[in-house]
């Protein structure tokens, strides 16, 4: 068996998602606490397609509902 590329080298590289609106992402799944320093429509709108992406059901309703 061929050992994946991203646990050799212990990096997942995930391009389709903004840095600001993944440390966003990661925060509210650490903490449970929704943490925008940045509140353009932009941002949300990423943030929403990131809780899809990782199937967080209840960051995607939550910022559905605010957004």
């Known amino acids: ?3 994946m590329k ?3 080298d212990n990096l ?4 389709d998602i903004r840095e600001e609106s993944m440390k966003a992402l990661l925060s509210y799944i ?4 929704l943490d925008v320093p940045d ?6 709108k990423d943030l929403v397609y990131a ?3 990782v199937r967080h059901i209840l960051l995607y309703k939550l910022l559905s509902e605010l957004f």
């Open 39 to 44: 509140k353009s429509a932009e941002t949300f």
């Open 12 to 15: 997942v590289q995930i391009s």
């Open 51 to 53: 809780a899809d992406k």
């Open 30 to 33: 650490y903490t449970g606490k």
């Open 1 to 3: 068996m061929t050992e």
């Open 6 to 8: 991203e646990a050799k």
